[in-house]
C-alpha cells in the first residue's frame, strides 16, 4: 500500500501550483532515432489523443462562481483552491499547472518515456495514440504503425496487444492468426498464446496441433493489467515522480482498455472438452496451477468439472476466484473524488501488486 502523503494543507495550498510548474519544466526524454520509418508514421497521429479525446477543453475561469474557500485534495501536492465548480471534469475546475494543463503534459511526457523504451513500452505508446475512430484513413495509418512495432520487436504481450489494429486492416482474420502464430513461437509454452491460435486458425490441422500445444504448455499467463502496469511503471521511473493523483487519472483510462482484453478462445475450449477430447483433466489441472488471471481460474474449474473433478475441487477454485473479485479496489464514483490520496492510493497499489504476481495468490 502506498504510504499516504503527509498534508501540509496550509503551506502546500500556497506553493502546490510552484511545485507541479517545476516538476513540470524537467527536460524532455530524448525520442528513439533508429527506427525513422516508425517515427515518421507517429508524426501523423495526434500525439495523446486516445487519453485526452474523451474529455471537454478546459472550461472558462468565468463560466461558474466559485463558492469562498471550496478546495480540493490532490494527491501527492497537497489542498488546492478550485477556480470553478461546473460539475464536469475535475480537471476542469483545477488551476491550469495543477489540472488539464497538468494532466496533458504528463501524457506527452508518458509517451516519449515509452516510445524510447523496451519493445512492450513502445507497442503501448502506439496504443495509447490510437486515433479517433471516426477517420478510417488515419485508423488505418496507426495500425500500420502499430503492427510494424509489434512485429519488429517480436515481445509475446505486445503482439497480443497488436491485434487490436487488425480490425483496421484490409484482412483482419489473417491478421489476427498471424500475430497468434507470432505468440506461439515467442512463448511456445504459454497455453494463452495457443489457445487464441486455436481461435483464430482457418483448418483442422492447425487446430489439431494447438491443442497439443495445450497440453505440453507449462504457463498461463495472460498478463492481466498489462497496459497499465507498462503505463504505471514508466511514470513511476520518473524523476521526480509525477503526484499521485496524475498517476491515478491515467490508470482510470488504462485500466479500461486492459478490462476490455480476455483471453480468446475459451468458448472453444471448453466446446472441445465437452465433445470428449483427451486429457482435459490434465489441461485444467495445469491451468488452474499457473493462471495469472481471475478470467483462467473460472475456464479452469469449468473444465474440471467437465473432466470429472469432484465438487470440492471445484468449490475450492470457484472461491480463490470470487476471493480476488472481492478484493479488487473501486474507483470512486466521481472523478474529483480520485483526486485524493483515499480515492487514488488504493487502486494504484493494487495495480503495482498486480504487475508483481499477477492477480492470483501463488499459494492456494
Known amino acids: 500500500m502506498l504510504r499516504a502523503v503527509t498534508r501540509r494543507a496550509a503551506i502546500l495550498a500556497t506553493i502546490g501550483g510552484l511545485a507541479v510548474a517545476v516538476w513540470l519544466a524537467v527536460p524532455d526524454e530524448a525520442p528513439r532515432a533508429d527506427r525513422p520509418e516508425q517515427l515518421a508514421i507517429a508524426a ?11 474529455y471537454r477543453p478546459a472550461t472558462s475561469v468565468v463560466a461558474a462562481v466559485v463558492p469562498v474557500g471550496v478546495t480540493v485534495e490532490l494527491c501527492g501536492t497537497g489542498r488546492m483552491p478550485l477556480r470553478s465548480v461546473s460539475g464536469g471534469d475535475a480537471f476542469d475546475d483545477l488551476p491550469d499547472p495543477v489540472g488539464r494543463l497538468a494532466l496533458q503534459e504528463l501524457q506527452e511526457r508518458l509517451l516519449r518515456v515509452l516510445d524510447a523504451g523496451d519493445a512492450r513500452q513502445r507497442v503501448a505508446a502506439w496504443l495509447l495514440r490510437q486515433p ?3 477517420d478510417p484513413a488515419t485508423q488505418a495509418v496507426w495500425a500500420t504503425g502499430l503492427l510494424a512495432e509489434a512485429r519488429a520487436g517480436g515481445d509475446a504481450q505486445a ?12 484482412h483482419a482474420a489473417r491478421c489476427r492468426r498471424e500475430l497468434a502464430q507470432a505468440r506461439v513461437l515467442a512463448e511456445p ?7 487464441e491460435w486455436a481461435q483464430e486458425s482457418s483448418s483442422a490441422s492447425e487446430r489439431d496441433e494447438a491443442w497439443q500445444g495445450l497440453l ?10 498489462g497496459l497499465t502496469a507498462v503505463t504505471q511503471q514508466a511514470l513511476a521511473a520518473m524523476q521526480p515522480v509525477p503526484p499521485a493523483y496524475l498517476r491515478a487519472r491515467i490508470a482510470r483510462e488504462t485500466l479500461g482498455r486492459d478490462a476490455a482484453r480476455a483471453p480468446a478462445g475459451l468458448a472453444w475450449l471448453e466446446q ?11 489441461l485444467a ?3 488452474a496451477g499457473d493462471a495469472d488471471s481471475a478470467a483462467l481460474l473460472t475456464q479452469a474449474a469449468a473444465l474440471g468439472r467437465q473432466a470429472g473433478w469432484t465438487e470440492a475441487r471445484v468449490h475450492a477454485l470457484t472461491a480463490v476466484t470470487q476471493a480476488i473479485h472481492a478484493q479488487l479496489p473501486s474507483w470512486p464514483d466521481t472523478e474529483r473524488a480520485t483526486l485524493a490520496c483515499s480515492g ?10 498486480v504487475a508483481r504476481r499477477g492477480e492470483v495468490p501463488r499459494l492456494r
Open 44 to 54: 501523423t497521429l495526434p500525439r495523446a489523443e486516445a487519453l485526452a479525446a474523451p
Open 132 to 134: 479517433d475512430a471516426a
Open 159 to 170: 503482439l497480443r496487444w497488436a491485434d487490436a489494429a487488425c480490425g483496421h486492416t484490409d
Open 189 to 195: 509454452d504459454n497455453g494463452v498464446h495457443w489457445l
Open 216 to 225: 505440453r504448455a507449462h504457463r498461463w499467463h495472460e498478463h492481466p493489467g
Open 272 to 282: 472441445q472438452c465437452t465433445l470428449g477430447r483427451a486429457d482435459c483433466a490434465q
Open 285 to 287: 489441472e495445469r491451468m
Open 344 to 353: 487514488a492510493e488504493p487502486p494504484l497499489a493494487h495495480v503495482q501488486a
